[in-house]
């Protein structure tokens, strides 16, 4: 049962426009969201993150927007940037203490097109 | 770099061999958790540790442990090993203050032949 949902395995964008990567989940009992970035031979490293009493968070390029009745939420970059390209992963947590496993989508492969 | 430390960064083995992995988490961080991924797969939550003592577990098969030391670094067994068992193996660690935000070593590449 994948609780965490990324139905685009890849996206191609052109540099400076727009990328938008969607997730979206189907445990009310998350609380807690984040986005994670791959590059090839390298850990996940963290973006951004999001807690379910906010629907939006910015920082610098990168803002997340969650529509918790929805149960989605959407990682927006501009301008995109060749260095974006990477596989982002959505992740989510119910929140509590002692329980933060993350609980992860499985990727969308993001490709900008200089 | 994310300040997690893994080791070895491959390791190719025979089934029904046991091998151990090892992670040092960030400076001052007393959760330790262990991912898998498979191929095509996202990362799959097996066991996370705290202070020396096991917090919460996944998806973990009986024939997989681990431990976390008194100096916080960990160690993940895994014995009679399968092919299917060959993945990508990556620990994370979180501060206390935010222990939601994990932050990932660059992952241990297991071959299983």
């Known amino acids: 049962d994948q609780q965490v949902k990324q139905n685009s395995p890849s996206l191609s964008v052109q540099e400076g426009r727009i990328s938008i990567l969607n997730c979206d989940y189907t445990?009310?009992?998350?609380?807690?969201f984040l986005w994670y970035k791959k590059y090839p031979a390298e850990g996940p490293t963290f973006l951004i993150s999001?807690?379910?009493?906010?629907d939006k968070n910015e920082d610098g390029r990168f803002t997340v927007f969650l529509n918790k009745s929805a149960k989605h939420l959407s990682l927006h970059i501009v301008p995109s940037q060749p260095g974006d390209s990477a596989v982002y992963f959505c992740?989510?947590?119910?929140?509590?203490?002692?329980?933060?496993?993350?609980?992860f989508g499985t990727g969308t492969r993001l490709t900008i097109i200089p | 770099d994310s300040g997690v430390t893994q080791t070895p960064k491959h390791l190719i083995t025979a089934t029904g061999q046991r091998v151990t992995l090892r992670c040092s988490p960030r400076?001052?961080?007393?959760?330790v958790y262990w991912y898998q991924q498979s191929l095509d797969q996202g990362l799959q939550f097996l066991i996370q540790?705290?202070?020396?003592?096991?917090?919460a577990k996944g998806n973990i098969l009986e024939r997989f442990s681990a431990q976390q030391f008194p100096d916080l670094h960990s160690e993940l067994n895994l014995s009679s090993l399968e092919l299917g068992d060959s993945a990508l193996y990556f620990c994370?660690?979180?501060?206390?203050?935010?222990?939601?935000?994990?932050?990932f070593g660059p992952g241990t590449r297991l071959t299983v032949l």
């Open positions: 992740a989510a947590s119910p929140g509590l203490f002692g329980n933060e496993k993350l609980t």
């Open positions: 540790y705290y202070n020396g003592e096991e917090r």
């Open positions: 400076s001052g961080d007393l959760s």
């Open positions: 445990n009310s009992m998350f609380d807690y």
């Open positions: 999001i807690s379910s009493i906010k």
């Open positions: 994370a660690s979180s501060p206390p203050e935010s222990a939601d935000t994990q932050y």
